[in-house]
């Protein structure tokens, strides 16, 4: 397979050429390409290094993390110590630390990988403020795997995970593939493993309700409902944040000015590639136009959760808006992927909300947003210079006329 150069590649790589470079935490999910972009990062600079992996290690202890320290104590100064699935040591913050904390500043440049935001976050949190940057590591793109030969409309159906891509056209195999190689390996290793569920046959059953709800709003009722066998609400509750945590899938909330009416809501489900919506059943069936239609939503929602701000849905009555995104603006983003109709939750949100910026995304300008979010959205707004506010107008004649 041809070798891509990812962004969090080129952005590492710069980091570790810093003077007094701090602990670099790589989070992502697994089978993205974590482990190759780092090597690639190790290749460029040249530097001396050492790389370990805890990943099958049926108990990592202490003093398996003390052992390789050392070991990389013995290369030169400089030297880069590279610790993959570091989730799975004992008490691997606490021994980072110490260790951190009793070098030479400039004697180790550390970096940590891992498949398991909760995990990892939350020992970062406890024992290593101050001392580590985050750098988020995410499903492939679309704009990414048409370098490696995936059209748009094959990535839309089965994109994400591109271990999977020589597999394609070969759908049984595909599947297979998604099941055992990236499913599995999740849920052993990242959720099972470190999180022991009491009744891990319940917990795949919810897995399978929310694999055919993409992108729609299920009350946890409902989930509840489902399930053969008795739960209550913080029972999936915590499903589905198990499931945020091993970046598969995340529920969003109802957007309210109001917290309370935030948390209280049932959640819209949103896949973080389009793969997990279609790595069962038919694929044919995703050639109908609303199936279809359903996956583009997945996919610009995959991209907008990406971002620092945070990111919701909206819907009262019969109007409904497919994403509302909250930064240094609110944006209230409709997905369009050819059908007409169902814009009229923009109006009636921004009627709301009148602070509030509405945004349509399709097929004509989605290789712009994917290629700069931000940047895309602020256009949007009427930021930029004057042909980025033409275009902005120009959008907003065409919502405008729709209506």
Known sequence: MKEITRSFTIELTARLKEKGALIQAVLGPRQVGKTTGVKQCLASLRAKSLYVSADNLLAAHPEWLLGHWQKALLLPTGSILVIDEVQKVDRWQEVLKDLWDNQNSTRLRVVILGSSSFEIQQGLNESLAGRYEILRVRHWSAAESEKLGVAFDQYLVQGGYPGSYRLMKNAPRWQAYMRDAILENVLNKDIFRLRPLSKPVLFRQFLEIIRAYPCQEISYNKMLGQLQDKGNVELVKNYLFLLECAFLYKGLEKYSRKEHLKKGSSPKILPLCPALCTYEGSLKAWRDPDKRGRLFEVLVGSILQQLPGRLYYWRERNEEVDFVYEGERTFAIEVKSGKKGKAGG??????????????????????????NPEGFLELMAGGGGEKQKAESRKLGKKLKAEN
């Open 346 to 371: 923009l109006t009636a949100f921004v009627a709301q909300y009148p602070d509030a910026v509405a945004v349509v995304i399709d097929r004509e300008n989605y290789s712009k947003f994917e290629e």
